[in-house]
Nanobody
């Protein structure tokens, strides 16, 4: 069973920065795509950033220019650098990995809380 463990969340003032780490229990090169999602209170979970096996990245519009997703295959880790944090970025951030075989297999971490104070 794939395990994803997030870390790096916390309380930060608006304009500050955080880096979230997601360590996988197996080689991240085995996944077709890895990404970060977030869920704010009372809202649906939304995709924030993805990094595909070939290295292509994608971001939701609200985080473009502020969030950067990257990975280290050697460390089986995916990172999310978050700069210029805003109060509306407050949410639980989840790491996700997808492996496509005959179906799409989704794996999730337990989440890490990011709280941004104004």
């Amino acid at each position: 069973q794939v395990q994803l463990v997030e870390s790096g969340g916390g309380l930060v003032q608006a304009g500050g920065s955080l880096r979230l780490d997601c360590v996988a229990s197996e080689s991240i090169s085995s996944f077709n795509v890895m990404g970060w999602y977030r869920q704010a209170p009372g809202k649906q979970r939304e995709a924030v950033a993805n990094i595909f096996a070939g290295g292509t990245t994608s971001y939701t519009d609200s985080v473009k220019g502020r969030f950067t997703i990257s990975r280290s295959n050697a460390k089986n880790t995916v990172y999310l650098q978050i700069d210029n944090l805003r109060p509306e970025d407050t949410a639980v951030y989840y790491c996700n990995a997808k492996r496509v075989t005959n179906t799409v297999n989704d794996y999730w971490g337990q989440g890490t809380q990011v709280t941004v104070s104004s």
